[in-house]
């Protein structure tokens, strides 16, 4: 549903060129709900402007549901954002007409697209029913709590029945009561109308109860952490989290921080090639220890601990 490979903008601030993506590749699939995080300034606010057609790439190729985000003219564009993609800010003003009632505010994208009367009601009352907010059909935004103003924002932003939804941190501004209420919103949609959900979050609790996790740093996707049910050993649920490091086309791939902090992992370092997984060592006169006299066929050690579950580091 999403594709984007080696996805590059630059802007250019007082002269100077920033590049915010270098070379990003990511896909998501149809019907996902997927978390995007990053440390500001790392790129991800600046994918979701792109996914949402708010902003043009200066390289690279970017498609979702099938539309080429480059190629895209100003009135498809226009098109493309009311019918394709719904957004959801994190500032609940920018999301609602505060002098529209709750019911309003939906058929409002709804009346853009030329849909009839007795659609667009029947529409806007089947959305408040399924995010908790039926009784708020004729309540105005400011007389909503900041947690109602988001779910609302949710069914506004579903309104024409989009392929994907794109959320830039709808939980900013929430305490994590009210955050939760309005994830659970988001993951029904999800699951009842099998939207393709992908969310830019700080907030931890929203990351961790999603099966996806993808992180962006300088502008690339350098880990995912994918999350799902096992069996524990009294027979009960419980939930497996790993992490992998994303590998691009052109063999690049980022070290966790932590990894590269607790080796001294710098400026570069000494690959190792074993019949089923790679080694990295830091740099050193005298190479990766025991690599001048292991016995052919031994394994390999990584630095501090020997590599268990023989996957290697």
């Given at each position: 549903m999403i594709w984007c490979d080696r996805l590059v903008r630059i802007f250019t601030a007082g002269g100077v060129e920033v590049q915010a993506l270098q070379g990003l590749d990511l896909q998501v699939g149809r019907g996902e709900l997927t978390a995007l995080v990053g440390v500001s300034g790392s790129g991800k606010s600046t994918l979701l402007n792109i996914l949402a057609a708010l902003d043009v790439p200066t390289g690279g190729q970017a498609q979702v549901a099938g539309h080429d985000l480059l190629t895209m003219g100003p009135k498809d564009r226009l098109v493309y954002r009311r019918e394709t993609v719904g957004f959801i800010w994190q500032q609940t003003s920018r999301n609602l007409l505060a002098q529209l009632t709750a019911a309003e505010n939906i058929e409002l994208p709804m009346r853009l697209a030329g849909v009839a009367r007795g659609s667009r009601r029947a529409r806007a009352g089947e959305l408040l029913e399924l995010i908790g907010l039926a009784d708020c059909r004729d309540r105005l935004g400011p007389q909503m709590s900041g947690g109602q103003q988001q779910r609302l924002a949710v069914a506004v932003a579903l309104a024409n029945q989009p392929h994907v939804l794109l959320a830039d941190e709808p939980t900013g501004e929430l305490d994590s009561q009210t955050a939760g209420e309005v994830f659970a919103?988001?993951?029904?949609?999800?699951?009842?109308l099998g939207v393709t959900v992908l969310i830019v979050t700080h907030d931890e609790m929203v990351s961790s109860q999603v099966r996806r996790t993808v992180a962006i740093r300088d502008g690339r996707i350098s880990t995912e952490v994918l999350r799902r049910a096992a069996a524990d050993a009294d027979g009960g649920e419980a939930e497996v989290s790993e992490e992998y490091a994303v590998l691009d086309r052109a063999g690049r791939l980022q070290l966790p921080g932590d990894f590269m902090r607790a080796l001294d992992l710098r400026d570069?370092?000494?690959?190792?090639?074993?019949?089923?997984?790679?080694?990295?060592?830091?740099?050193?006169?005298?190479?990766?220890?025991?690599?001048?006299?292991?016995?052919?066929g031994e394994p390999g050690?990584?630095?501090?601990?020997?590599?268990?579950d023989g996957r290697g580091d």
């Open positions: 919103a988001l993951r029904t949609v999800n699951a009842e570069r370092v000494r690959l190792a090639l074993e019949p089923d997984h790679v080694q990295v060592w830091p740099d050193s006169p005298a190479g990766p220890p025991g690599s001048q006299a292991r016995p052919a050690l990584s630095p501090g601990k020997e590599a268990e």
